[in-house]
């Protein structure tokens, strides 16, 4: 069992980090800069930058604020938004990107994943994912929705997962649109169903409220990675203090520069 990882994310929207419940009621949250070399400092162990705004208002992604951003950290760094064509994603590497996030994008067409990963390497292709619990049908289903979570497609979402899997994604960013910013925790059930349909490492995003809502998501959920924002942008917890419990009960973590004892076993 490889460690654990807590990943701070910073949802841009007009140059400025910003978070909202259920993707709406956007609240202005500090400077990406500043908050990056922050999240670096207390030991995070990526960083997401997402452009939020970018696909629905059909532009590039702000190239000089991932430029700058990248100059200050040295953790690895994903960046999604906008991003629509293997240009795009070479642009925002060789800004300083280790890591990229496909969506939209990625679900109009989805050879652009096979395309990317071909071209760059599978491990740096993420597949980030937005699903919302839908009545509009007989039977109810977790449905994906594009730009910006503005749009449902009808496709359930552990159908595209499977087939972005296949597609040659690298990692799954799963995001409830239902728990999102609602500090309720994350959907357990729903990355129960997708932890079980991929092999893929899945990270877990949306309804972090409290610490142990990241360590639930990866006891219960099955989650390789946990993701969050209003918790660690308006100080409920610090990401050390989520290591620390997470120590605790025994989840393979790095601490302090150093592999919990858990991990370390199971690597010799």
């Known amino acids: 069992m490889l460690a654990i990882r807590v990943i701070p994310c910073l949802d841009i929207k007009d140059g400025r980090v910003v978070k909202g419940i259920q993707f709406t009621d956007l609240k202005d949250a500090g400077d990406p800069v500043a908050t990056a070399r922050c999240y670096e400092e207390n030991g995070a162990d990526e960083l997401c930058f997402l452009d939020i705004t970018a696909s629905p208002e059909k532009r590039h992604i702000v190239k000089d604020l991932v430029l700058h951003i990248a100059s200050e950290i040295f953790i690895p760094f994903t960046v999604g938004g906008g991003l629509r064509t293997l240009e795009d994603i070479e642009c925002v590497l060789h800004a300083g990107a280790d890591k990229v996030s496909l969506n939209t994008a990625a679900f109009h067409r989805p050879k652009l994943l096979t395309e990317a990963a071909e071209h760059f390497g599978s491990q740096c292709i ?95 959920g099955g989650a390789d990675a946990v993701l969050a924002a209003s918790i660690f942008h308006f100080g409920m917890c610090s990401i050390m203090e989520v290591k620390e419990q997470m120590a605790k009960k025994g989840i393979p973590i790095r601490l302090n520069g150093r592999i919990t004892q858990k991990e370390s076993s199971e690597a010799q």
């Open 126 to 220: 993420v597949c980030a994912v937005d699903s919302r619990l839908t009545s509009s049908s007989p039977i109810p289903f977790h449905e994906v929705f594009l730009n910006g979570g503005r749009t449902p497609t009808g496709r359930d979402t552990i159908d595209w997962v499977k087939e972005a899997s296949e597609r040659g994604a690298g990692e799954i960013l799963l995001t409830s649109m239902d728990r999102d910013g609602t500090k309720d925790g994350y959907d357990l059930e729903l990355l129960q169903k997708i932890r079980d349909s991929i092999d893929l490492p899945v990270i877990a995003s949306g309804g972090a409220g409290k610490i142990e809502h990241l360590c639930e998501a990866v006891e219960i």
